[in-house]
């Protein structure tokens, strides 16, 4: 299995502490060896990284750590293979241009009878379950909107369906963001977090490695980090239901979907905007 | 104006040396302040590094210099703005996934009337005049072929017939690749070497380095590069002609079209492999 790392944030935020205790089960504390990669929506850019080498013997890794570079959506992920070899095009996470913006998507899971799921529009480069499902995923979304919807809501329950019906094929948990919204999605494990003022302090879990959020924050800072297992233990994560899709904006859950299909929508949230 | 560089080797063969010269001109001995950006191919798989900053002064450019990644293709570019802001989302090289392969794009320089190129399957996500013809060129190179064609020629013909199309907007000097073939074509601009044993020994222009090939290579590597101009200071460049299209593999000429439509494959070439 593979681990996920996402950000959402109302200020360009660097993710330095976090990542740096992810990156470190990246064949130190954990057994993901196989490949890491993070992406950066920055100024309606995007960039990632990825390596096909474990984290922790990464000098790419190690600029990321030492390079605060500063985003409102972040997605990263630390590969333990399973379907497809250990190379740059299975690398995660994947991106394609969908309605004129830069799509990201990292998949933690593994799923049975993926080669069937149909395509349209985009086609894999690797050869993983993960990428198939994802060109899937883009394509059957681009085949329903020709443009972004005007009703997001829309959008956001067709994207709960399609998440629903890949994890009927197996585990599906899922990062996924067009730089305006994060997109995480339960099949069997992700928590969060999100931290504003009073903000406190943070100890790694998996590196002896302790922040003060107070010297690096202003008051009106919003930032919430999502991970496939808590990255501090001094914290309190909440862990995601399975069959649950979050939407972030700005650092805040803007809708609610269960597995059941209920939809909520957070105050304030203008749902035309 | 921009600068370009490119790389087709036969072997996977880092770009270090050509590298150090060039990122001297993004900022150093050249006005080109506004980013950069490289693109590996390898093993099937594709990354880039782009940064919205001056090479001389990035970290990432520093790294790339230090950290020998081996690839058969290469792309680069530094920026000097015309059209568009200076931001990552303009920061080449481009990439858009077609056939499921990871496309990648490079232009050095200014079109007219660029923003009524008709675009299909593809939107820019920046708003370059760049970044639009290349949307055009990969979505018209689609609409014609909706799988990689039987004939590569009919292919390499399209895009050299969309090449001089863009040719009649301004200046387009291109570097382009799927991973398996580059391609370039010139404008007013472009330049290139091919080395291979037996090997000597190279000086850059830009910065005070030089390498003995023959201490890097085995007697059987072939590794061109091509740049807007020569990078080294002690070798024969052969500069290309307005309106040509040079398409390379494994570090040499498999095909070229010029100005006149004239097409030439190179002996040895297996029109069909």
């Given at each position: 299995m593979c681990e996920l790392l996402g950000m959402s944030a109302n200020v360009p935020t660097d993710i330095c502490f976090s990542f740096t205790g992810f990156l470190?089960?990246?064949?130190?504390?954990?057994?993901?060896?196989d490949g890491w990669g993070i992406a950066f929506y920055e100024e309606g850019g995007y960039r990632d990284f990825r390596d096909p080498h474990p984290s922790v013997d990464s000098p790419i890794a190690r600029l990321i750590c030492d390079y605060p570079i500063k985003s409102h959506v972040v997605i990263s992920h630390i590969r333990q293979a399973n379907?497809?070899?250990?190379?740059l095009a299975n690398t995660h996470p994947f991106t394609r241009e969908m309605w004129g913006r830069p799509w990201c998507y990292a998949h933690n899971g593994q799923l049975e009878g993926?080669?069937?799921l149909p395509l349209a529009f985009y086609r894999p480069i690797g050869d993983t379950d993960s990428e198939h499902a994802f060109c899937f995923l883009m394509g059957e979304l681009r085949r329903r909107f020709?443009?972004?919807?005007?009703?997001r809501e829309v959008m956001w329950g067709a994207l709960h369906e399609l998440c629903e019906r890949l994890r009927r094929l197996g585990v599906f948990n899922l990062l996924l963001s067009d730089g305006e919204y994060l997109y995480t999605y339960c099949s069997t494990k992700l928590a969060h977090i999100t931290r504003r003022a009073p903000f406190g302090k943070a100890s790694l879990s998996d590196a002896e490695l302790s922040v003060n959020f107070v010297e690096h924050t202003t008051p009106n800072d919003i930032v919430s980090v999502i991970a496939t297992?808590?990255?501090?233990?001094n914290e309190d994560w909440i862990r995601m239901a399975p069959g649950e899709l979050l939407v972030w904006k700005d650092g805040e859950i803007q809708a609610r979907f269960n597995a059941t299909g209920n939809f909520a929508v957070t105050a304030g949230f203008n749902s035309t905007s």
């Open positions: 470190h089960r990246g064949g130190g504390t954990g057994p993901h060896r379907v497809g070899q250990v190379r993926w080669e069937s020709d443009a972004p919807p005007q009703s297992e808590p990255l501090t233990d």
